[in-house]
């Protein structure tokens, strides 16, 4: 399996901090917010990882993680010359990927699960990890078969949709994806959606289609640290967890 650190986007509800730099290295108490996704990536056994950054931040986020050799693997980078969408920026990776599936992950989300054995264990189709929020049409939303049905600790998604209005279930999908090679031909035919991004739900919409897409329900804290107050919340949890 193959890593894809994703650390695009223009960064915009924390301006003027992204002014300066790319949201994923801005300190989250002792270290870059960066470190927390790449810790989970390598933690689950995935250490061949491609950096996906903008042209005007590739080089810091080169000049911080280098080669990986100092975090225990392989950093490449490209550059998303236009911020359109996560499913955009993985599509990027196909390259790199070299037909192997790919854990993909948002450089500003941080999970205190431990997600190194789904990780792991993964072997085709897709995955995603849910957590149940109290805002859901902020982000993707997962509705899971009513019944709950655990096979191997995972639940079957029979729905998901993106920043709905009216969400049908509470289980915002985070930003950590699990696919097998397929996500790259499926990424190829994917339309804009109306906010003209590429958008990473259709993704798992179609491993939904094919009865393919599993889910995982986080037990503990997740936080998309792409405010400030989530910024600032991330860096007193790490503290209290030290």
């Known amino acids: 399996m193959k890593g894809v650190l994703i650390c695009g986007g223009s960064g915009t509800r924390l301006r003027p901090l992204t002014e300066i730099t790319n949201k994923s290295l801005l300190p989250v108490y002792d270290r870059p917010l960066v470190e927390y996704p790449l810790r989970t990536l390598i933690a689950g056994g995935v250490t061949d990882i491609v950096v996906i950054s903008g042209n005007e931040h590739i080089d810091q986020m080169r000049g911080y993680l280098g080669d990986g050799t100092r975090f225990?693997?392989?950093?490449?980078?490209?550059?998303?010359?236009?911020?359109?969408?996560?499913?955009?920026?993985?599509?990027?990776?196909?390259?790199?990927?070299?037909?192997?599936?790919?854990?993909?992950?948002?450089?500003?989300?941080?999970?205190?699960?431990?997600?190194?054995?789904?990780?792991?264990?993964?072997?085709?189709?897709?995955?995603?990890?849910?957590?149940?929020?109290?805002?859901?049409?902020?982000?993707?939303?997962?509705?899971?078969?009513?019944?709950?049905?655990?096979?191997?600790?995972?639940?079957?998604?029979?729905?998901?949709?993106?920043?709905?209005?009216?969400?049908?279930?509470?289980l915002a999908v985070t930003g950590c994806y699990l696919y097998d090679n397929r996500c790259f031909d499926v990424i190829k035919n994917l339309k804009p959606s109306a906010r003209g991004e590429f958008e990473i739900t259709d993704v798992s919409r179609w491993y939904m289609e094919q009865k393919a897409l599993t889910a995982s329900v986080l037990k503990d804290e997740w936080i998309d640290a792409g405010t400030f107050e989530s910024l600032h919340r991330a860096a007193v949890m790490v503290r209290e967890r030290k």
């Open 72 to 170: 225990g693997c392989t950093c490449t980078y490209q550059v998303q010359e236009k911020p359109q969408g996560i499913a955009q920026a993985l599509g990027l990776a196909e390259t790199f990927a070299a037909g192997d599936s790919i854990c993909a992950i948002l450089g500003d989300n941080i999970f205190f699960d431990d997600l190194a054995s789904s990780i792991k264990s993964f072997k085709t189709g897709g995955h995603v990890f849910l957590k149940e929020v109290t805002d859901a049409e902020r982000f993707g939303v997962a509705e899971l078969n009513g019944k709950w049905k655990m096979e191997n600790g995972k639940c079957e998604v029979i729905s998901i949709e993106e920043k709905p209005k009216k969400p049908k279930s509470n």
